[in-house]
């Protein structure tokens, strides 16, 4: 019973991935029709009305970011951001692994749209598949004439060059994914100025998540009243869940948004497995704060998450039950943003570090009373002061662990040992 | 402008400003680590943490530009907090060796843990170990447990100085700051990432577990190692220099200096100072000598007469020892010669002099001769930040014998053929003002050909020279008939703002100038033939190094010859000291009180850190003693002042000459081979021990294409043939340099330069005997 609205709806079709076959299905019409019927502004209204908001974490309204651009002459350029690193979320790497043609015509119809002749794939460096699957996707693209010059006589031409990134969770930030992609070290910039007015090579530039993308298609050829027709008024549309965890079938949903949390774990996911209890639920990506069992009816959309204590992110649902430690859980978090803070800023190098230690020094059990409260503080010290959102992401989760579950910390320090007879593993991986 | 309250008190300051810099302004200290205003912000070290009203979360200092009306608060329970948790992050894993560090007691990593940071760390794990006391260099160590990744230096390397050999490796807690590679940095700004640390990861080898602050004072000096007269803070321990610091002065310069002057101060201390007398080719005591010299002083006064006297100053003195030197020779003797040493034979007015304000204003600047990356380092790193500030675009053009630009800083350059310089500039004010009765004039003599260039080339220039509305141009003084264009093109140009900065020594020469003493080529020759022709009896050079220094070495040499009284003053022993028959120590800079005038034209005060050495003794000490000895009365603790009271700190002003003198066809049969002398400042004759690694290779250059022709691999060994003399030149091969060019540099205690003469040169590889 997956669920498969649209940008998934290829998903049991074998070789979606060849052109001729995606074109069988009815692809590259969409870009046909929105050369032929649209004048580019026309495309950023449609956009615009559509409410299409960003899927790649933060959620800001797509046409507006579009509208941003300073009409000013000089080039522009489309990023697409398939660098998908954050831990739970494995949404983007299906859409290009399997279906890379929806994005190619997601990427031309937005390019035409913002009037860039130029657009880049910044692709996720451990996607080795899906860089594969790109590159040989867009050559059969320029072969077809969709890319190159002129495309399908519409004097519109675009080039795509797919980047293939180095192994850096920052570069998912889109200033470090500019600055990696013209081969910089991978350090977020500062802003303003914003990518729209400085971006890629200092010029003008629209970094667009792969969903985000891959949605405009059927944007074109349904209409916006489609979209808003779906979800919220704010939040309206689709959006590719990924659930992990111990759930009977774990994997990529795609529903309309406000579409209850319980409906995607208990219905589409199957539920958890035998014996399982809900313990916690990580709604949107590891950068956010959990959601206890009696928030299970919470719609998934931006603003009833966020009313929730979470956010709805990148939409990697991670399934929490009751076996595991929420300290090693929150250790294991804070670790994996330590070894992936660039080390720019102070308090995100710093104190992920800190955290990390901590962590595990409880989880050993060789923690005392105090460390729940230099944790506790070290995470204020770095909420908000961090320059990128990387440190912000890196207390999501235990920030809200604390709270909810501030006796299983006690636990750990009071018995001496993981209550729950967790081992810290990897302790010496470092 | 924007106006906005900073803790309760009000300002207005240009949109665009950054918090940090109008706090600054109103005497608000914000602590930050990682922004300089030369680089720009950055917003890594989170140091600079304020609040401001309806923002949500707190603010960093340097990274929010100010808004109208505006209401920021730098303390406050939310902001102290924000700052003592991020001293806390900084020192978890700083090592706190404060008592081994050199920067201990002068680190703001220190200074702002007593001010905001927490009394105590809660920090309980093991701190991550880095490399510690690791090279950037020969002349700079890294601590990167120490470093607290500002990135200041990574960015100065970087974006000012365009040479990026610092980087940072590894990321988040791991990440340190690094070489390129693990080389070794080479470029000649690398040292002053030690002064933009500001904490103890970046040292200066030399000053190394050398004193701690309160062993040492710092003293306000000047670099007086070329014209440029950087700004530095001089640091004394136990009567020896062991360190000089860049100073920045506000609104003037950044307090940027080149490894040339950082790192080159123990010519004070080298074993080639001289710290006792010479008499005759022997060592002797200071007190005999002296005697000695003042005898002789009045045998020639009393049987010859004053005038067969004549007085060069050259070297690193200050104006006022110059003006005792000028009055004692004047009035003491009564001598006429009095003239500056010169090793280029250019001069320029007073009235055309300009400053690096100037430069900054400036829409086009026009290198003549000079590449000031090897002559005057510093002015290199203001043409750079001149071309970086894009808001005010500038035309940056070169006429020279040879190519002028470099990967850090692009020169449209017209290659003349040596000694075309004057003439180029003619043909270019011939192309753009050829009814100019001033040009007419100019070009009578049959200047004004610009032989190789194209008429594209000429128009460019032209343009350049006369549509621009602040020009400033740069010259290296070798070739004196420019001096005649530049008039010109001032009266040509009118209103229109005209100022050269000149980039010829001797470092003081305007103070030499100010003191009373000649600055012309023309005067110091006349000394030198009178000399040749017997009619100076006693020749005193104080810190002038003639053979070394004077374009024409024979001259020298002949008027050596004649002279019956060679005496000498310095630091060092000068060139074919054996024919001296007195040498005196002299002291240096960073041993007297007094001023420098630097190529602006600008006073700048010095104070010493340390005595004299040895026998050494400041000039009145010696003038002092003749006085006596000719039974003549001196004082100079006089009431003069170089400051004037118009003009401040610079000179003052001086009309511009009237007087256009044509300048002559140059010649025009080049050889295969041109030489082009240069003056280089890490081959100016003046010594150092720290820097010998950065000295030993060749500084004399040949072509790629000449280099292939003669058979050169990377260095070689060359037999020049000029002016019937030959001599041997070890060169390096430089791809940037022009081909039919060999760039040898002038003045330098290496290579005798001044046997040879610029313009067509026999060149012939010498085959090298194998000795390793």
Same mark, same amino acid.
């Given at each position: 019973?997956?669920?498969?609205?649209?940008?998934?709806?290829?998903?049991?079709?074998?070789?979606?991935?060849?052109?001729?076959?995606?074109?069988?299905?009815?692809?590259?019409?969409?870009?046909?029709?929105?050369?032929?019927?649209?004048?580019?502004?026309?495309?950023?209204?449609?956009?615009?009305?559509?409410?299409?908001?960003?899927?790649?974490?933060?959620?800001?309204?797509?046409? #507006?970011? @579009?509208?941003?651009?300073?009409?000013?002459?000089?080039?522009?350029?489309?990023? #697409?951001?398939?660098?998908?690193?954050?831990?739970?979320?494995?949404?983007?790497?299906?859409?290009?692994?399997?279906?890379?043609?929806?994005?190619?015509?997601?990427?031309?119809?937005?390019?035409?749209?913002?009037?860039?002749?130029?657009?880049?794939?910044?692709? !996720?460096?451990?996607?080795? *598949?899906?860089?594969?699957?790109?590159?040989?996707?867009?050559?059969?693209?320029?072969?077809?004439?969709?890319?190159?010059?002129?495309?399908?006589?519409?004097?519109?031409?675009?080039?795509?060059?797919?980047? !293939?990134?180095?192994?850096?969770?920052?570069?998912?930030?889109?200033?470090?994914?500019?600055?990696?992609?013209?081969? *910089?070290?991978?350090?977020?910039?500062?802003?303003?100025?914003?990518?729209?007015?400085?971006?890629?090579?200092?010029?003008?530039?629209? #970094?667009?998540?792969?969903?985000?993308?891959?949605? #405009?298609?059927?944007?074109?050829?349904?209409?916006?009243? @489609?979209?808003?027709?779906?979800?919220?008024?704010?939040?309206?549309?689709?959006?590719?869940?990924?659930?992990?965890?111990?759930?009977?079938?774990?994997?990529?949903?795609?529903?309309?948004?406000?579409?209850?949390? !319980? *409906?995607?774990?208990?219905?589409?996911?199957?539920?958890?497995?035998?014996?399982?209890?809900?313990?916690?639920?990580? $709604?949107?990506?590891?950068?956010?704060?959990?959601?206890? &069992?009696?928030?299970?009816?919470? $719609?998934?959309?931006?603003?009833?998450?966020?009313?929730?204590?979470?956010?709805?992110?990148?939409?990697?649902?991670?399934?929490?039950?009751?076996?595991?430690?929420?300290?090693?859980?929150?250790?294991?978090?804070?670790?994996?943003?330590?070894?992936?803070?660039?080390?720019?800023?102070? $308090?995100? *190098?710093?104190?992920?570090? @800190?955290?990390?230690?901590?962590?595990?020094?409880?989880?050993?059990?060789?923690?005392?009373?105090?460390?729940?409260?230099?944790?506790?503080?070290?995470?204020?010290?770095?909420?908000?002061?961090?320059?990128? &959102?990387?440190?912000?992401?890196?207390?999501?989760?235990?920030?809200?662990?604390?709270?909810?579950?501030?006796?299983?910390?006690?636990?750990?320090?009071?018995?001496?040992?993981?209550?729950?007879?967790?081992?810290?593993?990897?302790?010496?991986?470092? | 402008?924007?106006?906005?309250?900073?803790?309760?008190?009000?300002?207005?300051?240009?949109?665009?400003?950054?918090?940090?810099?109008?706090?600054?302004?109103?005497?608000?200290?914000?602590?930050?680590?990682?922004?300089?205003?030369?680089?720009?912000?950055?917003?890594?070290?989170?140091?600079?943490?304020?609040?401001?009203?309806?923002?949500?979360?707190?603010?960093?200092?340097?990274?929010?530009?100010?808004?109208?009306?505006?209401?920021?608060?730098?303390?406050?329970?939310?902001?102290?907090? +924000?700052?003592? +948790?991020?001293?806390?992050? /900084?020192?978890?894993?700083?090592?706190?060796?404060?008592?081994?560090?050199?920067?201990?007691?002068?680190?703001?990593?220190?200074?702002?843990?007593?001010?905001?940071?927490?009394?105590?760390?809660?920090?309980?794990?093991?701190?991550?170990?880095?490399?510690?006391?690791?090279?950037?260099?020969?002349?700079?160590?890294?601590?990167?447990?120490?470093?607290?990744?500002?990135?200041?230096?990574?960015?100065?390397?970087?974006?000012?100085?365009?040479?990026?050999?610092?980087?940072?490796?590894?990321?988040?807690?791991?990440?340190?700051?690094?070489?390129?590679?693990?080389?070794?940095?080479?470029?000649?700004?690398?040292?002053?990432?030690?002064?933009?640390?500001?904490?103890?990861?970046?040292?200066?080898?030399?000053?190394?577990?050398?004193?701690?602050?309160?062993?040492?004072?710092?003293?306000?000096?000047?670099?007086?190692?070329?014209?440029?007269?950087?700004?530095?803070?001089?640091?004394?321990?136990?009567?020896?220099?062991?360190? =000089?610091?860049?100073?920045?002065?506000?609104?003037?310069?950044?307090?940027?200096?080149?490894?040339?002057?950082?790192?080159?101060?123990?010519?004070?201390?080298?074993?080639?100072?001289?710290?006792?007398?010479?008499?005759?080719?022997?060592?002797?005591?200071?007190?005999?000598?002296?005697?000695?010299? +003042?005898?002789?002083?009045?045998?020639?006064?009393?049987?010859?007469?004053?005038?067969?006297?004549?007085?060069?100053?050259?070297?690193?003195?200050?104006?006022?020892?110059?003006?005792? /030197?000028?009055?004692?020779?004047?009035?003491?003797?009564?001598?006429?010669?009095?003239?500056?040493?010169?090793?280029?034979?250019?001069?320029?007015?007073?009235?055309?002099?300009?400053?690096?304000?100037?430069?900054?204003?400036?829409?086009?600047?026009?290198?003549?001769?000079?590449?000031?990356?090897?002559?005057?380092?510093?002015?290199?790193?203001?043409?750079?930040?001149?071309?970086?500030?894009?808001?005010?675009?500038?035309?940056?053009?070169?006429?020279?014998?040879?190519?002028?630009?470099?990967?850090?800083?692009?020169?449209?350059?017209?290659?003349?053929?040596?000694?075309?310089?004057?003439?180029?500039?003619?043909?270019?004010?011939?192309?753009?003002?050829?009814?100019?009765?001033?040009?007419?004039?100019?070009?009578?003599?049959?200047?004004?050909?610009?032989?190789?260039?194209?008429?594209?080339?000429?128009?460019?220039?032209?343009?350049?020279?006369?549509?621009?509305?602040?020009?400033?141009?740069?010259?290296?003084? =070798?070739?004196?008939?420019?001096?005649?264009?530049?008039?010109?093109?001032?009266?040509?140009?009118?209103?229109?703002?005209?100022?050269?900065?000149?980039?010829?020594?001797?470092?003081?020469?305007? %103070?030499?100038?100010?003191?009373?003493?000649?600055?012309?080529?023309?005067?110091?020759?006349?000394?030198?033939?009178?000399?040749?022709?017997?009619?100076?009896?006693?020749?005193?050079?104080?810190?002038?190094?003639?053979?070394?220094?004077?374009?024409?070495?024979?001259?020298?040499?002949?008027?050596?010859?004649?002279?019956?009284?060679?005496?000498?003053?310095?630091?060092? /022993?000068?060139?074919?000291?054996?024919?001296?028959?007195?040498?005196?120590?002299?002291?240096?800079?960073?041993?007297?009180?007094?001023?420098?005038?630097?190529?602006?034209?600008?006073?700048?005060?010095?104070?010493?850190?340390?005595?004299?050495?040895?026998?050494?003794?400041?000039?009145?000490?010696?003038?002092?003693?003749?006085?006596?000895?000719?039974?003549?009365?001196?004082?100079?603790?006089?009431?003069?002042?170089?400051?004037?009271?118009?003009?401040?700190?610079?000179?003052?002003?001086?009309?511009?000459?009237?007087?256009?003198?044509?300048?002559?066809?140059?010649?025009?049969?080049?050889?295969?081979?041109?030489?082009?002398?240069?003056?280089?400042?890490?081959?100016? %004759?003046?010594?150092?021990?720290?820097?010998?690694?950065?000295?030993?290779?060749?500084?004399?250059?040949?072509?790629?294409?000449?280099?292939?022709?003669?058979?050169?691999?990377?260095?070689?060994?060359?037999?020049?043939?000029?002016?019937?003399?030959?001599?041997?030149?070890?060169?390096?091969?430089?791809?940037?340099?022009?081909?039919?060019?060999?760039?040898?540099?002038?003045?330098?205690?290496?290579?005798?330069?001044?046997?040879?003469?610029?313009?067509?040169?026999?060149?012939?590889?010498?085959?090298?005997?194998?000795?390793?």
């Amino acid at each position: 019973m997956s669920q498969t609205y649209y940008l998934l709806r290829h998903r049991e079709v074998p070789n979606i991935g060849q052109i001729a076959v995606y074109r069988a299905h009815g692809g590259y019409e969409a870009l046909r029709q929105a050369l032929k019927q649209y004048q580019p502004d026309e495309l950023v209204d449609l956009v615009k009305r559509s409410g299409l908001r960003g899927r790649g974490g933060a959620g800001f309204p797509t046409g #507006v970011k @579009w509208g941003f651009l300073p009409k000013d002459g000089r080039p522009r350029y489309l990023v #697409v951001n398939s660098d998908e690193a954050e831990p739970g979320t494995f949404k983007d790497r299906e859409l290009i692994e399997n279906n890379p043609h929806q994005l190619i015509e997601g990427m031309i119809i937005s390019s035409y749209a913002i009037k860039a002749n130029e657009a880049y794939i910044y692709c !996720r460096g451990e996607f080795l *598949r899906g860089y594969e699957e790109l590159s040989r996707a867009v050559q059969e693209a320029y072969e077809a004439g969709f890319l190159g010059d002129n495309i399908l006589g519409s004097g519109f031409s675009l080039n795509i060059f797919v980047y !293939r990134g180095a192994g850096a969770y920052i570069c998912g930030e889109e200033s470090a994914l500019l600055e990696s992609l013209e081969g *910089r070290r991978g350090n977020p910039r500062l802003k303003p100025p914003f990518p729209a007015v400085a971006g890629l090579y200092g010029m003008p530039t629209i #970094v667009n998540n792969v969903e985000t993308i891959a949605n #405009v298609p059927p944007i074109v050829t349904y209409g916006a009243e @489609w979209y808003t027709s779906m979800g919220t008024e704010k939040s309206p549309g689709l959006k590719i869940m990924s659930v992990s965890g111990p759930v009977n079938r774990p994997g990529n949903y795609e529903i309309p948004l406000a579409t209850p949390l !319980r *409906r995607l774990i208990e219905e589409y996911a199957g539920g958890l497995k035998d014996g399982r209890q809900l313990k916690c639920i990580i $709604p949107g990506g590891s950068s956010v704060p959990l959601l206890t &069992p009696d928030k299970l009816d919470t $719609p998934l959309d931006y603003e009833s998450i966020l009313q929730a204590g979470s956010m709805l992110g990148s939409g990697g649902c991670i399934v929490i039950d009751d076996s595991v430690c929420i300290v090693k859980a929150s250790h294991r978090l804070v670790k994996f943003y330590r070894e992936e803070s660039c080390g720019k800023c102070t $308090p995100c *190098r710093e104190g992920t570090y @800190w955290m990390a230690d901590v962590l595990e020094r409880l989880e050993m059990g060789l923690g005392d009373e105090r460390d729940l409260a230099t944790l506790t503080d070290v995470a204020d010290n770095i909420n908000g002061k961090c320059f990128c &959102p990387l440190g912000d992401a890196s207390i999501g989760f235990l920030v809200s662990a604390i709270n909810h579950f501030r006796d299983e910390f006690e636990a750990h320090v009071r018995e001496g040992r993981c209550p729950l007879g967790a081992k810290v593993y990897d302790t010496a991986n470092y | 402008m924007i106006r906005l309250t900073i803790d309760g008190q009000e300002i207005e300051v240009r949109e665009g400003t950054m918090i940090a810099d109008a706090a600054a302004r109103l005497g608000i200290d914000i602590p930050v680590y990682c922004y300089h205003e030369a680089l720009g912000p950055l917003g890594a070290c989170r140091m600079c943490l304020v609040q401001v009203e309806k923002m949500p979360k707190l603010a960093t200092a340097c990274t929010t530009a100010v808004a109208e009306g505006m209401v920021v608060h730098t303390s406050g329970p939310q902001v102290d907090k +924000g700052r003592k +948790g991020v001293l806390e992050f /900084l020192l978890i894993n700083h090592p706190l060796d404060c008592p081994v560090c050199d920067k201990g007691g002068e680190c703001f990593l220190q200074d702002y843990t007593f001010r905001y940071g927490p009394p105590q760390g809660r920090f309980q794990e093991p701190k991550i170990q880095k490399v510690k006391d690791g090279p950037i260099n020969d002349l700079i160590l890294i601590d990167q447990e120490r470093c607290v990744l500002c990135q200041r230096c990574v960015r100065f390397m970087d974006e000012y100085v365009g040479e990026p050999q610092l980087l940072l490796e590894g990321r988040g807690v791991e990440t340190v700051v690094t070489t390129v590679e693990g080389k070794p940095a080479t470029s000649q700004f690398a040292g002053n990432v030690i002064d933009l640390c500001p904490v103890g990861a970046l040292l200066a080898a030399p000053y190394h577990h050398k004193a701690r602050p309160w062993n040492i004072e710092r003293q306000e000096s000047v670099c007086t190692l070329c014209p440029v007269g950087c700004t530095t803070l001089t640091t004394g321990r136990d009567g020896q220099i062991v360190r =000089v610091e860049g100073r920045p002065v506000v609104d003037r310069n950044w307090g940027w200096l080149c490894d040339r002057g950082r790192f080159g101060f123990d010519f004070a201390v080298h074993p080639r100072r001289i710290t006792t007398s010479w008499l005759n080719g022997r060592e002797e005591a200071a007190a005999r000598t002296t005697r000695e010299i +003042g005898q002789w002083l009045r045998q020639v006064i009393e049987n010859e007469g004053p005038d067969r006297v004549a007085f060069v100053i050259g070297g690193l003195h200050t104006t006022e020892e110059a003006h005792q /030197l000028y009055r004692f020779a004047t009035e003491v003797v009564g001598s006429t010669g009095v003239v500056v040493s010169r090793d280029v034979p250019g001069y320029l007015p007073r009235g055309l002099n300009g400053t690096f304000e100037d430069l900054a204003a400036a829409d086009a600047v026009i290198l003549v001769g000079t590449d000031p990356y090897e002559s005057v380092p510093v002015l290199h790193l203001r043409l750079r930040e001149r071309l970086k500030n894009r808001r005010q675009p500038v035309q940056l053009m070169g006429v020279a014998p040879r190519e002028l630009g470099r990967p850090t800083l692009p020169v449209d350059t017209l290659v003349t053929h040596v000694g075309h310089e004057a003439d180029v500039l003619a043909a270019a004010l011939k192309r753009g003002a050829p009814q100019h009765p001033v040009v007419e004039t100019l070009v009578s003599k049959g200047a004004g050909i610009g032989q190789g260039l194209s008429e594209a080339d000429l128009a460019r220039l032209g343009d350049a020279l006369l549509q621009s509305e602040r020009l400033v141009l740069v010259w290296d003084g =070798v070739e004196p008939e420019v001096e005649a264009a530049f008039i010109a093109l001032a009266q040509v140009r009118e209103g229109k703002r005209t100022r050269v900065l000149p980039t010829f020594g001797p470092s003081n020469w305007r %103070g030499f100038e100010r003191a009373g003493f000649s600055a012309q080529y023309a005067a110091l020759t006349q000394v030198l033939e009178a000399a040749r022709d017997g009619e100076v009896r006693m020749l005193v050079l104080w810190g002038a190094d003639l053979l070394r220094e004077y374009p024409d070495r024979r001259l020298v040499e002949d008027a050596y010859q004649k002279v019956q009284w060679l005496v000498a003053e310095g630091l060092f /022993l000068p060139t074919g000291h054996e024919a001296f028959s007195a040498v005196v120590p002299g002291a240096g800079p960073g041993e007297v009180y007094g001023t420098y005038v630097n190529m602006e034209g600008r006073l700048e005060l010095a104070t010493p850190s340390v005595n004299p050495p040895g026998q050494a003794r400041p000039t009145k000490s010696y003038l002092t003693a003749w006085a006596h000895a000719l039974g003549r009365p001196f004082v100079v603790d006089d009431e003069w002042d170089p400051y004037d009271d118009a003009s401040a700190d610079l000179l003052p002003d001086e009309p511009v000459p009237t007087t256009i003198t044509p300048i002559a066809a140059p010649v025009s049969n080049p050889g295969e081979v041109e030489l082009v002398l240069s003056a280089m400042v890490w081959d100016n %004759g003046i010594p150092s021990q720290i820097l010998r690694s950065r000295m030993a290779s060749p500084l004399a250059r040949v072509s790629v294409a000449d280099a292939e022709r003669w058979g050169i691999r990377e260095e070689g060994l060359v037999r020049v043939e000029s002016r019937g003399e030959t001599i041997e030149l070890s060169v390096k091969v430089d791809e940037r340099l022009t081909p039919g060019r060999l760039l040898v540099p002038l003045g330098g205690s290496t290579i005798p330069a001044n046997r040879l003469q610029a313009g067509p040169v026999k060149v012939q590889r010498v085959e090298e005997v194998q000795a390793r």
